[in-house]
């Protein structure tokens, strides 16, 4: 965490002692506060501060001062690299990495939506209900696995609609409180059900980022909203392995998520 102080001309008028105060530098007047050297034990605010060329965040009045901070700073430095905007687009390090992930978790989430919703014995559950995910950030060496998973539950269409109204700003005074996203999603659905002679079909996943947990991203929103559409093959939804009654879909997944182990899908639709 960054340290800032009052300015010692301002300590002194005011009459306040020698050291550090510990002040939100939000609640002070910017002319108030200072940086000082991210060294815990160093005082020095005069100069030039060089940021951590990892992060940028932490800095340092030298080198020597860098070094001796390195076991305390490694940590926080590590959690700030990983998560850090896309150098060349400026896409946001929530965004990008929820987009990163779902496309990494992509065959752990048609196994876990086909079993679910139980296509298998209700083919119609397609159409009714959707698989809402939720994750919170985590470090990770893998950019694509820097989630762990809260949640994954089955919702009616109906709640994963207004859900996705309030992601896209939509209120119920335009539009009647309709979806673009899902209006779309049910349009290409109709498309490739038609296209395949109904051997094909998108199944609903939204996955909401949630920024909180202790591996919060500083900066950023609080929710990430990705709408995943699941292309299910009926001969997905016959698979033995994913008809299997003992199968608990939501404890594989979990563990397929937390050990960075994701499902391949192949479907050999020629035969």
């Known amino acids: 965490m960054p340290r800032l102080v009052l ?32 060294r815990r034990d160093c005082n020095n605010h005069d100069g030039k501060l060089d940021k951590c060329s990892r992060c940028k965040t932490a800095m340092y009045c030298s080198k020597d001062c860098q070094r001796h901070d390195w076991p305390l700073h490694k940590p926080a430095c590590q959690l700030a690299s990983t998560f850090a905007p896309d150098p060349v687009t400026g896409e946001p390090a929530l965004k990008r990495y929820l987009r990163l992930w779902t496309s990494r978790f992509n065959g752990s989430l048609v196994c876990a939506t086909i079993v679910a919703l139980k296509l298998n014995a209700q083919p119609s559950n397609i159409d009714n209900f959707g698989l809402i995910i939720n994750l919170r950030p985590r470090p990770h060496a ?49 498309a490739v059900k038609r296209s395949s002679n109904g051997q094909e079909d998108y199944a609903t996943v939204l996955v909401v980022a949630h920024n909180d947990g202790p591996c919060a991203i500083p ?53």
């Open 219 to 271: 900066g950023a929103v609080e929710q990430e909203f990705r709408f995943k559409p699941i292309g299910v093959h009926k001969r997905m939804v016959r698979s033995p392995v994913l008809t299997d009654p003992t199968l608990d879909w939501y404890t594989s997944f979990r563990y397929q998520v937390q050990e960075n182990l994701p499902n391949q899908i192949v479907v050999d639709s020629s035969t």
């Open 142 to 190: 893998d950019s694509g696995a820097r989630f762990e998973l809260i949640s994954a539950v089955v919702k009616p269409m109906l709640e994963i609609q207004f859900m996705m109204t309030i992601a896209e700003g939509i209120t119920t005074s335009n539009l009647n409180g309709e979806s673009k996203v899902l209006d779309m999603h049910a349009q290409h659905r109709t």
């Open 7 to 38: 300015k010692p001309a301002i300590i002194s008028a005011e009459g306040v002692s020698d050291g550090e105060l510990n002040l939100d530098p939000e609640t002070l007047p910017s002319r108030l506060a200072v940086r000082m050297c991210d």
